[in-house]
């Protein structure tokens, strides 16, 4: 317990979400509209149910997954300006990516005007790539496909203009034409089995999400960090003092050093709460293999970590908490040690900010609604309860620590922490592209390097430029350093392979590894269903079929906690044919080719969307890891397994006890 939830506090656990149910918010028709005899318009009209939006076309760099409308083909005809919006933005200001986000709820209208020389011979393919999100999830981008071109109804339209002259006459019904496309050829292992798997009863083994006790408890960890940085710790004594001397009562000075408290927790609460209703419980986890959201956050954790280094000082403009402390001495009462609470957030943002920017990403990430609030609140308390327990105790003020060059230590040492969470994320993006900029050994090598520093910062060898000089080594510093170098050493094997089961949840997956000596990890057989599927019906052995992400932090903890076991290394290995697919593989497809699903005609462009679809399909579902388990026709043999490190859990589920 303690392991797990050291390791919660130190880096962000990006756990997804496990759900059965698949929502589809957003229906979608287009038109092509004859408006003259060369002219035209392509109407796109989204039809939004209550309670969920889809976010604006002109969202900024680096902001949410803006409504993206592209026209893979416009044969015989030109557009004419830019795309049109016909209906209401809602504005919002995201404090998050500080920036003003738009989005539409209900409808959503959009018009490209075009120009031909014959209507007959104009065609019109592409999608619409949109977001859809309520106040509580957000779901992956999705793509609506359209084919326009109707040769009848340009000639109507042609006719009926040369009767009235030069006037364009509208025509609001218009058959749409679609081209019949190629469509794959299904066979019987890609049958849906969605009732069979229900016959089987619930899916076994858990979310894997973090649970709320230790989302409070990583806000927890995380205010008290913040407490032993700069700009928190010498006001604590400042704070306290003002509210005793002020008071000519020492219980009044209590009392308003609890509210002062009870302030700070309020606010931080508060943010919680926003971050929920701006973004849902979900949004991050949803784009949790996007190329831009993880490099995004890889940016802005080595900005961090950079300034806690020393090199600059991320800061808010100082008029706020000017304005801030004006107001907390000209007013009096409950209201004044408001302000002196939102005082001390604004001042003590520079230290803060990191840690908690961290957090949010960590527990927005987890698919719990009340994650935010809850992690906030964890903060908040352990931020405020020094200000209450010294005002009860103000004698054990003398006692505190001064502050000086140890502070600053404080900073620097989060700062390691947040460049090696930092790799993280750029290896999401990697991993999900296919880049293959940072293998398994090159994160290893990375983080080994970082923590060996650390270690030596620590012991007094490394200095940077707001360090105060020592002569000595502490006691406290000396055990961190064993603690962190010891960690770096214990990485080392994993240079040759070795599973490394504290750190599976962030290091890349054995399978990038190029050298190798380990012999105990368990490595699919295939990476293509079908071909799978027709070699397990050869040699009369059924399927393990495990939907992965390069992406998901779970799916790495169940390889290496789980999948090494002996006994589930031997059952894989010898009584069944393990499938791994991964649902965010961006390798393009050699042919594209278009489903139909919901009613919907969409394109699947790569190797991700193939899989994804099939997990959606046949067995609907569309989270990972996720485990099913298949006869040599495609039908399951057990309820499908999700999360669980117990590898005698997973044991009995593959000798379906």
Same mark, same amino acid.
């Given at each position: 317990?303690?392991?797990?939830?050291?390791?919660?506090?130190?880096?962000? /656990?990006?756990?997804?979400?496990?759900s059965g149910q698949i929502f589809d918010p957003v229906t979608w028709s287009h038109d092509l509209k004859i408006t003259g005899k060369t002219t035209g318009e392509i109407i796109h009209k989204a039809t939004i149910e209550d309670k969920w939006h889809l976010y604006g076309m002109n969202i900024p760099q680096n902001g949410p997954r803006p409504t993206r409308i592209v026209y893979e083909t416009l044969?015989?005809?030109?557009?004419?300006?830019?795309?049109?919006? *016909?209906?209401?933005?809602?504005?919002?200001?995201?404090?998050?990516?500080?920036?003003?986000?738009?989005?539409?709820?209900? $409808?959503?209208?959009?018009?490209?005007?075009?120009?031909?020389?014959?209507?007959?011979?104009?065609?019109?393919?592409?999608?619409?790539?949109?977001?859809?999100?309520?106040?509580?999830?957000?779901?992956?981008?999705?793509?609506?496909?359209?084919?326009?071109?109707? !040769? %009848?109804? !340009?000639?109507?339209?042609?006719?009926?203009?040369?009767?009235?002259?030069?006037?364009?006459? $509208?025509?609001?019904?218009?058959?749409?034409?679609? $081209?019949?496309?190629?469509?794959?050829?299904?066979?019987?292992?890609?049958?849906?089995?969605?009732?069979?798997?229900?016959?089987?009863?619930?899916?076994?083994?858990?979310?894997?999400?973090?649970?709320?006790? =230790?989302?409070?408890?990583?806000?927890?960890?995380?205010?008290?960090?913040?407490?032993?940085?700069?700009?928190?710790?010498?006001?604590?004594?400042?704070?306290?003092?003002?509210?005793?001397?002020?008071?000519?009562?020492?219980?009044?000075?209590?009392?308003?050093?609890?509210?002062? +408290?009870?302030?700070?927790?309020?606010?931080?609460?508060?943010?919680?709460?926003?971050?929920?209703?701006?973004?849902?419980?979900? !949004?991050?986890?949803?784009?949790?293999?996007?190329?831009?959201?993880?490099?995004?956050?890889?940016?802005?954790?080595?900005?961090?970590?950079?300034s806690f280094f020393g090199a600059f000082e991320i800061t808010l403009p100082a008029s706020w908490s000017t304005k801030l402390d004006a107001k907390a001495d000209s007013t009096a009462g409950i209201l004044s040690i408001l302000f002196m609470a939102f005082t001390l957030v604004l001042v003590s943002f520079s230290c803060t900010g990191p840690i908690i920017g961290t957090l949010l990403v960590e527990?927005?990430?987890?698919?719990?609604? =009340?994650?935010?609030?809850?992690?906030?609140?964890?903060?908040?308390?352990?931020?405020?309860?020094?200000?209450?327990?010294?005002?009860?105790?103000?004698?054990?003020?003398?006692?505190?620590?001064?502050?000086?060059?140890?502070?600053?230590?404080?900073?620097?040492?989060? !700062?390691?922490?947040?460049?090696? =969470?930092?790799?993280?994320?750029?290896?999401? &993006?990697?991993?999900?592209?296919?880049?293959?900029?940072?293998?398994?050994?090159?994160?290893?090598? /990375?983080?080994?390097?970082?923590?060996? =520093?650390?270690?030596?910062? /620590?012991?007094? *060898?490394?200095?940077?430029?707001?360090?105060?000089?020592?002569?000595?080594?502490?006691?406290?510093?000396?055990?961190?350093?064993?603690?962190?170098?010891?960690?770096?050493?214990?990485?080392?094997?994993?240079?040759?392979?070795?599973?490394?089961?504290?750190?599976?949840?962030?290091?890349?997956?054995?399978?990038?590894?190029?050298?190798?000596?380990?012999?105990?990890?368990?490595? &699919?057989?295939?990476?293509?269903?079908?071909?799978?599927? %027709?070699?397990?019906? $050869?040699?009369?052995?059924?399927?393990?079929?495990?939907?992965? +992400?390069? @992406?998901?932090?779970?799916?790495?903890?169940?390889? &290496?906690?789980?999948?090494?076991?002996?006994?589930?290394?031997?059952?894989?290995? %010898?009584?069944?044919?393990?499938?791994?697919?991964?649902?965010?593989?961006?390798?393009?497809?050699?042919?594209?080719?278009?489903?139909?699903?919901?009613?919907?005609?969409?394109?699947?462009?790569?190797?991700?969307? %193939?899989?994804?679809?099939?997990?959606?399909?046949?067995?609907?579902?569309?989270?990972?890891?996720?485990?099913?388990?298949?006869?040599?026709? @495609?039908?399951?043999?057990?309820?499908?397994?999700?999360?669980?490190?117990?590898?005698?859990?997973?044991?009995?589920?593959?000798?379906?006890?």
């Amino acid at each position: 317990m303690v392991k797990k939830l050291h390791l919660l506090i130190l880096f962000a /656990l990006l756990a997804p979400v496990v759900s059965g149910q698949i929502f589809d918010p957003v229906t979608w028709s287009h038109d092509l509209k004859i408006t003259g005899k060369t002219t035209g318009e392509i109407i796109h009209k989204a039809t939004i149910e209550d309670k969920w939006h889809l976010y604006g076309m002109n969202i900024p760099q680096n902001g949410p997954r803006p409504t993206r409308i592209v026209y893979e083909t416009l044969t015989n005809a030109e557009k004419v300006g830019d795309i049109i919006a *016909k209906s209401q933005l809602i504005e919002v200001f995201d404090k998050s990516f500080d920036m003003n986000l738009s989005w539409y709820a209900k $409808e959503a209208v959009f018009v490209q005007k075009i120009k031909f020389k014959d209507a007959a011979q104009v065609k019109i393919e592409g999608y619409v790539e949109y977001m859809a999100c309520d106040d509580e999830r957000c779901l992956p981008p999705v793509q609506d496909e359209f084919s326009l071109g109707n !040769a %009848k109804v !340009a000639q109507v339209a042609s006719s009926a203009n040369d009767k009235v002259g030069t006037k364009p006459v $509208e025509i609001k019904e218009i058959e749409e034409v679609k $081209e019949v496309k190629e469509i794959k050829e299904v066979t019987d292992f890609w049958k849906p089995v969605i009732d069979q798997l229900r016959a089987f009863g619930n899916q076994m083994g858990n979310s894997g999400n973090i649970s709320l006790w =230790l989302i409070f408890l990583a806000g927890l960890a995380g205010g008290f960090l913040a407490l032993f940085t700069p700009c928190v710790w010498p006001i604590i004594p400042m704070t306290v003092s003002f509210f005793l001397k002020r008071s000519e009562k020492k219980a009044k000075g209590r009392r308003d050093a609890i509210l002062y +408290g009870l302030s700070i927790i309020l606010i931080y609460v508060t943010l919680g709460v926003l971050i929920t209703v701006i973004f849902g419980a979900s !949004a991050l986890n949803s784009m949790s293999t996007n190329a831009v959201f993880n490099l995004l956050f890889f940016a802005l954790l080595v900005v961090f970590a950079i300034s806690f280094f020393g090199a600059f000082e991320i800061t808010l403009p100082a008029s706020w908490s000017t304005k801030l402390d004006a107001k907390a001495d000209s007013t009096a009462g409950i209201l004044s040690i408001l302000f002196m609470a939102f005082t001390l957030v604004l001042v003590s943002f520079s230290c803060t900010g990191p840690i908690i920017g961290t957090l949010l990403v960590e527990v927005a990430s987890s698919g719990t609604i =009340l994650a935010p609030a809850i992690g906030m609140l964890g903060f908040a308390v352990a931020l405020a309860i020094p200000f209450t327990f010294f005002a009860f105790f103000p004698s054990l003020l003398k006692s505190m620590p001064k502050s000086g060059g140890w502070l600053n230590k404080v900073k620097v040492v989060l !700062a390691f922490l947040e460049l090696a =969470l930092a790799l993280k994320f750029l290896s999401v &993006a990697d991993l999900a592209y296919g880049w293959r900029i940072l293998d398994r050994e090159v994160f290893i090598s /990375l983080w080994i390097i970082i923590f060996a =520093l650390l270690g030596f910062y /620590l012991l007094g *060898k490394i200095r940077f430029p707001h360090d105060s000089e020592s002569k000595h080594t502490s006691v406290l510093g000396t055990f961190l350093a064993i603690i962190s170098l010891s960690f770096a050493m214990y990485m080392v094997p994993g240079l040759w392979g070795a599973p490394l089961k504290s750190i599976s949840a962030f290091a890349p997956p054995l399978t990038t590894q190029d050298f190798n000596l380990y012999d105990y990890e368990v490595h &699919a057989e295939f990476s293509d269903y079908e071909t799978g599927m %027709k070699y397990a019906a $050869e040699k009369g052995k059924p399927v393990v079929v495990d939907f992965s +992400g390069y @992406g998901c932090v779970n799916c790495r903890k169940m390889e &290496a906690s789980v999948w090494t076991h002996p006994q589930v290394k031997e059952l894989l290995e %010898k009584d069944y044919v393990l499938i791994t697919l991964f649902v965010d593989d961006k390798t393009p497809l050699d042919n594209p080719y278009t489903i139909e699903e919901n009613g919907k005609t969409r394109i699947i462009r790569t190797v991700g969307d %193939k899989w994804s679809y099939l997990q959606r399909v046949k067995f609907g579902a569309n989270a990972q890891p996720y485990y099913v388990m298949l006869d040599n026709n @495609g039908l399951p043999l057990n309820s499908p397994f999700t999360f669980d490190e117990n590898p005698d859990n997973f044991i009995r589920w593959l000798e379906r006890k």
